[in-house]
């Protein structure tokens, strides 16, 4: 897992923040997946978001791995909250890049974000780019 200062994603979700106002808390990561497993992302630090945009992005996969997003997760530190459904969504085909935006709102102000990624395969590499763009 690496945290990063900027957003790998081209385009960021910000840009179509309007909504929601101009974003003013933030997360991003950048993780290289190489294992057969389930694995969690962290993204901390985030200045009490309650209402914003998460995306998931992977644009390198390797010919024969699949990615599966699961549950996606807030906290504040005391209380976590289950973003969307147990399974953002399903296993992709083989090879198959994926991005995938999703709006939220919360009934606490978050400071975390977990998303649980599995990947399966032979072979199984990719990077997820993930960014979190939000407002309290």
Known sequence: MAAVTTSAC????????????????FGF???????????????TGCPGITKGKIR????NPNAATTFAVGLITATDGTTTVQVGGTTTFAATAA??????IKEFVLPISANSFSIVF??????TTGTVNTEIYGNP
């Open 29 to 43: 990561d950048s993780t290289a997946m190489t294992a057969t497993a389930t694995t969690t992302i962290a993204i």
């Open 95 to 100: 090879g198959t890049k994926f991005d995938f």
């Open 56 to 59: 998931i992005q992977c644009t």
């Open 118 to 123: 599995t990947l399966a395969g032979s072979t």
């Open 10 to 25: 081209t385009n960021p979700a910000a840009s179509t923040l309007l909504g929601f106002g101009a974003p003013i808390g």
